[in-house]
């Protein structure tokens, strides 16, 4: 069900099931962010049909945190734009040339291309595998990118991390907020998985000055404040199979 964070911000928890990621929304005045469109047509519908029960407006765009399934192959759902960085975007146009069937899933495991993990929660989101259509973004941008959503703004910005080398965030200055995606996560793609320590401590850095109080994590049930998300990255340190430099 979704939750409401702050008066103008919600998210819809994820679901283990099948590796449904937190999908995030903001309310402007005069326009509405939904954060990560969803692993399906069928996750992104869910999404809409909470905010219609909740009374709030269909998204006027989407903001995409990282090219990863579980955020990104709903977007041919999209009634309305969706924003890419520019590496999402070359992530996005490769995946859209891949085809959906077992034999062609089970090469790109074979070439290292995807993870038994990620095959495995597709193969259970995706009764007809044919049905799966990975399109690129409408909007792209390099860096960072500001949407004033009219009396609250969105800021996509596009870091330095150790889980993939397109991950942004989406800050939200005025509501101290950011929507994480998977950003503090390790190399799950990495064999074995790992943490790349330099990117890492980048990411730390950048986050450490960023002036906010509440974070909304990818793949975790609750909002979790500053203290909590620098805690959660010290486990994932300590957990991991591997630190290179
Ligand atoms: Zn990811």
């Not at 990818?218 to 620098?230: L, M, N």
């Amino acid at each position: 069900m979704l939750q409401q964070i702050t008066p103008r911000s919600f998210f819809l928890p994820n679901d283990h099931e099948t590796d449904r990621p937190c999908l995030g929304y903001v309310r402007g005045d005069r326009y509405a962010l939904m954060i990560d469109a969803g692993n399906s047509p069928a996750h992104h519908r869910l999404f809409l049909d909470e905010l219609a029960a909740a009374g709030l407006p269909a998204p006027s765009a989407i903001a995409i945190t990282h090219s990863h399934w579980d955020h990104t192959y709903a977007m041919c759902a999209a009634a309305c734009p969706t924003i890419v960085n520019h590496k999402t975007q070359a992530h996005l146009e490769q995946m859209s040339r891949w085809a959906w069937n077992l034999p062609a899933m089970e090469e790109r495991l074979r070439t290292g291309e995807d993870i038994r993990f990620c095959h495995d929660c597709i193969v259970k989101e995706y009764p007809d595998l044919s049905a799966i259509r990975v399109v690129p973004g409408t909007v792209v941008y390099h860096h960072r990118l500001t949407l004033d959503l009219g009396g609250i703004h969105a800021e996509l910005i596009h870091l330095e991390n150790s889980h993939a080398d397109d991950c942004s965030i989406v800050y939200i200055p005025e509501e101290k907020l950011v929507f994480l995606g998977d950003i503090t996560c390790d190399d799950l793609h990495h064999k074995p998985r790992c943490i790349h320590q330099s990117r890492y401590d980048s990411l730390r850095r950048v986050l450490t000055e960023l002036d906010f109080t509440r974070t909304v994590e990818g793949h975790y049930e609750q909002v979790c404040t500053k203290a909590e998300i620098f805690a959660s990255m010290e486990e994932i340190i300590a957990e991991t199979e591997a630190i290179l430099p």
